[in-house]
């Protein structure tokens, strides 16, 4: 399987790492020592052997840090994580709610009388560390520069990867990797600026067209770029990464051993790009006044998916759906208390293993019934396995890896019979992510600026969930892309070919939760008859296929337009799925979709 579920990290180990911890801030005389998600990448995801913050506290989420000092371990996380990290980690560390609580505030409040906080250059982005040290000013508290005294008492600590890199086709990556490099070297060179710095695993992995497997559930391998003006790409990797290409690198990729990043940063010659969001403090020092701050030049033109990908997504989240389909109608065979979450997990996973074209699964599988389904990132252990009990919920939030797309998709399911308060708890959720799918807005528009549309019908009950409406998707890259987001805090404007998740939620801390998923792709709206004809509005078209479970729904909460408009999607699944599934599932299929 991909997925495991062996136990990785248990409260009561974290105090004696602690304890070794603190000795380590004694003999280098620290006051404090900053532990990050984080590894050199800055990358969402992380190898076992970067899993610092999970190995010292227990806590696994995909987002965090922690902040050691000699009387206080203070563990920090968003809203996604509130209900996780209160069964992750020992008493010895305080969960804090960040970012309502900043590091630097806890800092201060935590040494009054001020003190030396060591970081690793390595791990901690420069824009980062240029926020933290401005807020501290007049603190007396110092950030400081030093050896990572995680990996100094870490023992056992895993190697690090060299898994080979392989070579993604053009036909489904849409452009050369000579193209693109020619098309961002250009912007590079009107913008006055010689070169740019890319650290991040899936920039440089969609530049070159490559993939990787040195990160579980994510197709990129762990490396450096340079990209200069002249359309020059330095690239820097282990190369034995190298060795298994079903194509040449493209002529203009000079690759270098990893150890000579810093070496050529220091040859580098003029202004040089620098995305100070993703690239490490230890690069800035070294550029020095050569740098020009903005953003990854990769982010932007990734983000934007051409018709190639697009097409590939769009196919995959075919195959994925009746994928889905095909476990949803097995579950709903099983009677009540004869299944587990794992089991669930696992029978997923077969179905999905029967596409050929699966590489992976595009993260640990969320399979939560009962309480352990307001977990929003929940990843089932042998110890924490429950089994689907009458009344309960399943919310099952999955996806795959595939050669021309990846995918991310939720469902909640009713085990048995459901309440009456989880219905109308998942019918605001539905009426949530209808409204999204329907919306027509203004080009020129962020995420921020449209996504409280998902959230209101749960504002009208008073209710609200602790995440983003939604986030950006790769292509066969990472199951969450940037920089678009639906989310109070994204100002990137929403462009056409944009792919993003649309997942709603509620979460019942000790009794339940609701997600439903989909993703969509932003088109050019096409134009009404009512519309002025001076502006420009944009539109969703839904990738995801799957029925969404009629059980939860109370009917009478739902407008003509609502129930119209999960007809229309519920033929469509129909229609584009039967064709691929078993004669069970096509039976199955036919009364999940009945018109509401």
Same mark, same amino acid.
């Given at each position: 399987m991909y997925q495991s579920f062996d136990v990785t990290a248990r409260p009561e180990q974290g105090p004696p790492r602690l304890a070794l911890l603190r000795q380590a801030m004694v003999q280098a005389q620290l006051d404090g020592f900053l532990v990050p998600r984080a590894d050199a990448h800055q990358g969402e995801y992380v190898a076992p052997r970067d899993e610092r913050l999970a190995w010292l506290t227990g806590f696994t989420g995909s987002a965090g840090f922690c902040a050691?000092?000699? +009387? #206080?371990?203070?563990?920090?996380?968003?809203? *996604?994580? *509130?209900?996780? /990290?209160? +069964? +992750?980690?020992? %008493?010895a560390f305080t969960p804090v709610p960040w970012p309502e609580v900043s590091l630097t505030d806890w800092l201060k409040e935590q040494l009054p009388q001020g003190g030396k906080v060591g970081f690793d250059p390595w791990l901690h982005a420069a824009g980062e560390i240029a926020r933290a040290e401005t807020a501290l000013k007049g603190s007396g508290i110092e950030l400081v520069q030093c050896d990572n005294l995680v990996d100094q008492i870490w023992t056992d600590q895993p190697a690090a990867p060299v898994q080979p890199l392989t070579s993604h086709p053009e036909s489904l990556a849409g452009e050369s990797a000579g193209a693109k490099i020619e098309r961002l070297a250009q912007t590079l060179s009107t913008s006055g600026q010689s070169a740019a710095v890319i650290t991040l695993p899936d920039s440089i992995m969609w530049l070159l067209n490559l993939r990787g497997s040195d990160v579980a559930h994510n197709p990129v391998g762990?490396?450096?770029?340079?990209? !200069?003006? #002249?359309? *020059? /790409?330095?690239?820097?990797?282990? @190369? %034995?990464?190298?060795? !298994?290409? &079903?194509?040449?690198? &493209? @002529?203009? /990729? #000079?690759? !270098?051993a990893p150890d000579r990043f810093l070496e050529a940063i220091g040859q580098l010659n003029g202004t040089v790009l620098v995305d100070q969001a993703t690239v490490p403090q230890i690069v800035v020092d070294r550029l020095g006044d050569r740098v020009q701050s903005g953003s990854d030049p990769c982010l932007l033109p990734k983000a934007k998916k051409n018709q190639a990908e697009i097409a590939g997504s769009a196919a995959a989240h075919i195959r994925d759906g009746a994928a889905v389909v095909e476990v949803l109608a097995w579950l709903d065979n099983q009677p009540a208390g004869s299944l587990t979450e794992i089991d669930v997990v696992k029978k997923l996973e077969a179905f999905r293993r029967q596409d050929d074209q699966l590489r992976e699964i595009s993260f640990d599988t969320i399979a939560g019934t009962g309480p352990n389904g307001a977990i929003m990132h929940y990843r089932v252990t042998e110890e924490t396995n429950a089994t689907l009990q009458d009344g309960h919920l399943l919310v099952l939030d999955s996806g795959g890896q595939y050669l021309d797309g990846t995918t991310d998709i939720t469902r909640t399911v009713a085990i048995g019979t459901p309440g009456d308060e989880e219905r109308a708890a998942f019918t605001r959720v539905l009426q949530g992510m209808i409204a999204m799918s329907r919306l027509r807005w203004p080009r020129g528009l962020a995420g921020r600026d449209i996504e409280c549309v998902g959230r209101m019908p749960l504002w009208l009950a008073e209710q609200d969930f602790n995440h983003g409406l939604g986030h950006g998707v790769g292509a066969y890259l990472s199951v969450h892309e940037g920089p678009q987001r639906l989310s109070r805090t994204s100002a990137i404007p929403l462009e056409e070919g944009m792919i993003l998740s649309n997942e709603p939620g509620y979460y019942r801390e000790g009794a339940f939760g609701i997600r439903i998923e989909n993703l969509v792709v932003v088109d050019k709206a096409p134009a009404l008859p009512s519309g002025d004809a001076d502006r420009d509005f944009l539109s969703w078209r839904t990738l995801t296929l799957a029925p969404i479970d009629q059980r939860l729904i109370v009917a009478d909460m739902l407008s003509k337009d609502e129930k119209d408009w999960l007809n229309l999607y519920h033929s469509t699944v129909a229609e584009l799925l039967t064709p691929l599934l078993t004669p069970s599932a096509k039976a199955w299929l036919v009364k999940a979709t009945q018109e509401i």
């Open positions: 050691i000092l000699h +009387q #206080s371990a203070g563990v920090f996380i968003d809203g *996604r994580y *509130r209900t996780q /990290v209160k +069964q +992750q980690v020992a %008493e762990l490396c450096f770029a340079i990209l !200069h003006a #002249s359309a *020059r /790409v330095d690239l820097f990797v282990a @190369p %034995e990464k190298l060795l !298994h290409l &079903d194509t040449p690198l &493209d @002529p203009a /990729v #000079s690759p !270098h």
